[in-house]
Structure formats: structure tokens, C-alpha cells
């Protein structure tokens, strides 16, 4: 049966252990090549693959919205449909000046 592993992080070069119970999991999936990340790195790798999107309040209308960046404090945002009605407005007064 299967034994414990260690083995190292190709990302961080620390000693991780392949589990018995996850060697088992992967032969199960037909998967033949051992992990190459510790479990701390795989994580960091699939949220950095994720969008991470930031749960905001519309400064302007209200509506709960998402923003892929990280919202400043007092700073204001807008959801999508009012930073669009925005930036229109800011394009007509700079025509009309
Ligand atoms: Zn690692
Ligand atoms: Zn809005």
C-alpha cells in the first residue's frame, strides 16, 4: 500500500508530505507524477490564477458590486454602470470646456 513521502517544494524549497491518503487520490485520478508544490504553494497558485474580486457598495447609487482591485479606504468606487456613466460625463465636460 502506500506510505507517506516527503518531498520538496519546487516553489519554496520546504519539505512537504505527499500523504498516503493523497497518493491513493491521485492514483485513483490516474495521475502518475508526484506533486510538485507543497500545499501552501498550490493554494497560492490557484488563487493567483482566480481573479481575486474585491464586495464594494457603489459610492453612487448603492448597489452591491464586485472590483478586481483592492478598494482604497475613503476613496470612493462605483459600480460598473455608474463608473460608465461617469467617465461619459467627465468625456462631455471636457468637450464642452
Ligand atoms: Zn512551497
Ligand atoms: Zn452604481
Known amino acids: 500500500m502506500y506510505e507517506d513521502e516527503k518531498l520538496i517544494c519546487e516553489d519554496c524549497g520546504s519539505e512537504f ?3 498516503a491518503g493523497e497518493q491513493e487520490f491521485y492514483a485513483q485520478r490516474g495521475l502518475v507524477n508526484k506533486p510538485k508544490r507543497c500545499p501552501e ?19 453612487k447609487c448603492g448597489c452591491q ?3 478586481p482591485f483592492k478598494p482604497i479606504e475613503g476613496k470612493e468606487v462605483y459600480c460598473k454602470d455608474c463608473y460608465a456613466a461617469i467617465k461619459e460625463a467627465e468625456q462631455q465636460n471636457q468637450e464642452s470646456v
Open 41 to 59: 504553494c498550490r493554494k497560492n497558485r490557484r488563487q493567483k490564477n482566480r481573479r481575486k474580486l474585491y464586495e464594494v457598495t457603489c459610492s
Open 17 to 19: 508530505v505527499f500523504t
Open 65 to 67: 458590486t464586485k472590483v
